[in-house]
Structures are given as C-alpha cells and as structure tokens.
C-alpha cells in the first residue's frame, strides 16, 4: 500500500513517520532538552486547536506546580458519602489554569514527542527559543 502525502488524502490529522519531514516547519529546529518560549498570537477557531494548545500550555512549569497544588487540595476536601451501602467519593471538578488566549505566554522544555503537536497549531503560536 503506497503512502500518500497529507494534500493528497484530502487533509486529516493523521502524518505517516515517513512524511513527517515533509511537514517540519522551517521555524521549528530545536533541541532536545532546550527551553522555548511560546507565544498565541492568534486564539484558535477550533476546540480542537484550544485543546492542543492549553494541552502544550500545562507543560509550563508554574502550570503544572498550580495544578499539582489543586489535585492536593481536592483530595484533602474530598467528601464521602454513601450509595448503595458502601463509601462513595464525591470528587470535584478540576479548575482550569491555562486559557488560550491571544497574548499568553508559557515556556517548557521541548521534546520530540510535542513536534506533531507544535506543527498541528504553529500558525497560532509564535514559538522561539528562551
């Protein structure tokens, strides 16, 4: 079976290993292990771009230590009740502490794994070393 490229299979999410080349931004030679810094430049039109951004944004260091901080907490105010004769954990819902929004920085460390997902939403990030 020939692999085709993403033009050619009338768009998609899905990029073959081998094709991958072929989409790498010009912008985007990092190491990895390096420190970048992003910027949205524009707010996404689809939730699925949002997601993949505020899924990027959580890597930031201080996002990361305030969701940390919220997960201890709602487990120390976790009520329990009964259902059913047995204890049941009311869990609460997880606040949300990144937004994308124009104008948002955040830095994190780049690796290889985050290359697919960078390229998926670049026209919406100005992405550059730190």
Same mark, same amino acid.
């Given at each position: 079976?020939?692999?085709?490229?993403?033009?050619?299979?009338?768009?998609?999410?899905?990029?073959?290993?081998?094709?991958?080349?072929?989409?790498?931004?010009?912008?985007?030679?990092?190491?990895?292990?390096?420190?970048?810094?992003?910027?949205?430049?524009?707010?996404?039109?689809?939730?699925? @771009? #949002?997601?993949?951004?505020? %899924?990027?944004?959580? +890597?930031?260091?201080?996002?990361? /230590?305030?969701?940390? !901080?919220?997960? &201890? @907490? #709602?487990?120390?105010?976790? %009520?329990?009740?009964? +259902?059913?004769?047995?204890?049941? /954990?009311?869990?609460? !819902?997880?606040? &949300?502490?990144?937004?994308?929004?124009?104008?948002?920085?955040?830095?994190?460390?780049?690796?290889?794994?985050?290359?697919?997902?960078?390229?998926?939403?670049?026209?919406?990030?100005?992405?550059?070393?730190?």
């Amino acid at each position: 079976m020939e692999r085709r490229t993403l033009a050619e299979s009338g768009g998609g999410a899905m990029i073959s290993a081998r094709n991958l080349s072929a989409y790498r931004s010009r912008d985007m030679d990092f190491n990895p292990g390096q420190t970048i810094t992003c910027t949205v430049t524009d707010e996404p039109a689809t939730d699925d @771009a #949002r997601q993949t951004i505020q %899924r990027l944004m959580r +890597r930031d260091p201080a996002s990361a /230590r305030a969701l940390k !901080r919220g997960q &201890k @907490a #709602r487990g120390q105010r976790m %009520r329990i009740k009964t +259902r059913g004769g047995r204890p049941w /954990r009311v869990r609460e !819902r997880v606040g &949300k502490v990144v937004h994308a929004r124009e104008g948002n920085s955040w830095t994190m460390t780049y690796t290889p794994d985050l290359e697919r997902d960078l390229a998926s939403v670049e026209r919406f990030l100005e992405i550059k070393p730190a």
